[in-house]
DNA sequence: CCATCTTTGTGCACGCGTTCACAAAGACAT
DNA sequence: ATGTCTTTGTGAACGCGTGCACAAAGATGG
């Protein structure tokens, strides 16, 4: 999973805790599965299994909601579709612009999963001329000399940043004073916005690094030696102030560390 | 974020808890940009704002790796990255596979972010045979044909997937089959894996519908009437068992629904 | 109409994560 | 050497999220 929320407490919208918000489009996903192969009713047990959690878990998030069950028989796959896309706000149309149109760009513009949920991309957006124009996903790029322009007549409130690091808080600012209150943001940078605006993040290389600690442990168990003395010793053996340790990665990583060189934006 | 994390209950390998493992990463991108700055030292305070979190959360986080720090002084910036990189496993070398080279896969391939933090790509797969020999960021694609051999002869023990739904659950079992312990799962589906195989995923729609959620929530407080009645008293309007709101979804979604549709696999 | 059986909805307890607030540790000046 | 000042490391309290286990609700069959 991407990582993300930011450090707001969690707006805690009208009851609805956050961590089952964030579930919900998991069920979505499994119920329209089911409603498309036109199951009518399913138990919290299978729906459960379906989205991969508990189904005390699932019946809970479902009370969030209100009583959409029925004892003995299940939930109503269809009722439970619209519901739960009413509650997340998909029955509406959700304009959204990308921005920095790299690779990732491209691929979230290509993203059959955002025009299926109510995300109308409304443009995309990208700072190189070159890229003027040019049709992405059917949808011709735009400069980003007309990012104000473009969110305005289109009253979008959602953006997408795919820009390489350096551009991902100047990019963020601009869309925020043209009236953009929720950001998704590829970046591999802490944006900073004003209160009101939500931020959530991807970051690709964050995913991986929690799976290489998971990993480590695992090859760990046969070789601890190397790979892992007692950290609480380990201040001890050198000087206190200035480690002897420090430095040690063989490959220094150039300043491109934090760019995803992925897009041109 | 991407969300993510499997059902498991949280490994909680050798005390240090997994929220922590989360932030590591966060932590050492900003002590990596610093460390570039050549500045020798930071304080909770400072570290903190820069990675985006609470100074009281980052030094509890740091009590789990040992005392690191200096009273009155703050953290060594190099030997903290060394630390954390050691702790996350990044000091050794984790070669990579990436298996469905669409647009997302051509995005991961040409990410920065992996080579800078020690992981390496070992081979780009594809099941398109029209790809083959094609290069990808450098690097030559390979029919998936070659999946098992790859991921033996290189070692392999991460897996990132980013072909179509579809696709998703047959390719993590021939990775599984094939050694991989580790899978970072960009389609759209719930993957079903042997104990000991780590899963994280990372969904692009998921996060930009928690954002509608905020976003309607953040509309709704003027069009209350409109957008949210109170959803316990939404049950008894209708009939009870099938009630008349199903299906009110104006455009149904075709099948394709759950694919990325991004990549050619 | 009653009995049985299935499945929901939730009260409760527990554990993890977050935050506060402060004592201890050390740097630095005198 | 002693005092002051800064900043860490952590004990303790709190709140959120999870999962168990069960009572209530309703369907279904006789």
Same mark, same amino acid.
Request: aromatic share 4%; hydrophobic share 40%; glycine share 10%.
């Given at each position: ?16 805790? !956050? ?32 989205? #991969?959690?508990?189904?005390?878990? @699932? +019946?809970?998030?479902?009370?969030? *909601? ?11 796959? !269809? ?10 706000? @998909? ?8 921005? #920095? ?18 995300? +109308? ?5 990208? $700072? ?14 735009? %400069?980003?000399?007309?990012?104000? !322009? ?8 959602? #953006? ?13 600012? +601009? ?8 950001? @998704? ?5 802490? *944006? ?21 600690? %998971? ?5 760990? !168990? ?5 790979? $892992? ?37």
């Amino acid at each position: 999973m991407a990582t993300g929320r930011t450090h707001r407490p969690a707006t805690r919208s009208r009851g609805i805790p !956050e961590a089952t918000v964030a579930r919900l489009p998991l069920y979505l996903r499994a119920l329209t599965g089911l409603s498309e192969r036109s199951v009518p009713t399913v138990s919290s047990e299978e729906l459960a299994t379906a989205a #991969g959690v508990n189904s005390a878990k @699932l +019946r809970k998030d479902f009370s969030y *909601l209100g009583s959409y069950g029925t004892r003995g028989v299940g939930y109503d796959v !269809e009722y439970l579709v619209y519901q739960i896309s009413r509650e997340l706000g @998909l029955t509406q149309d959700w304009p959204v612009v990308i921005v #920095g149109i790299g690779n990732l760009g491209a691929a979230l513009a290509n993203y059959g999963g955002f025009a299926s949920r109510g995300f +109308r991309v409304a443009a995309l957006i990208d $700072a190189d001329p070159a890229m003027a124009g040019k049709p992405v996903a059917g949808i011709p790029v735009r %400069h980003s000399d007309q990012l104000e !322009e473009i969110i305005r007549d289109n009253g979008v409130s959602i #953006g997408v940043i795919a820009t390489p690091a350096g551009a991902a808080q100047q990019v963020c600012d +601009r869309l925020v004073a043209a009236g953009v209150t929720s950001i @998704l943001n590829f970046a591999p940078t802490v *944006l900073s916005v004003p209160d009101g605006v939500d931020v959530r993040k991807v970051d690709l290389s964050i995913e991986l690094q929690i799976l290489a600690f %998971h990993e480590q442990r695992k090859a760990g !168990e046969d070789v601890r030696d190397v790979a $892992a003395p007692p950290p609480t010793t380990v201040a001890q053996d050198g000087a206190s102030s200035r480690p002897a340790g420090a430095g040690a990665r063989t490959d220094r990583e150039g300043p491109d560390d934090e760019l995803p060189a992925v897009m041109p934006a």
